[in-house]
């Protein structure tokens, strides 16, 4: 795993919570919509983890 791959996946995730946050609708009661983005955000942090 080089560095390379590291910064792709960091660019990676910082492309997909820009679309996250593009996404996430302008009232504050979101409620349930925003566990599937907490539960990606997790597994996408456990992955990066994983790949050091």
Same mark, same amino acid.
């Given at each position: 795993m080089g560095?390379?791959?590291r910064d792709y996946y960091r660019e990676e995730a910082r492309a997909r919570l820009r679309r996250?946050?593009?996404w996430r609708p302008r009232r504050k009661e979101t409620g349930p919509l925003l566990w599937p983005q907490v539960v990606g955000f997790l597994? /996408? *942090?456990g992955l990066i983890a /994983? *790949?050091?």
């Open positions: 560095i390379e791959d996250a946050a593009r597994v /996408l *942090l /994983l *790949l050091r």
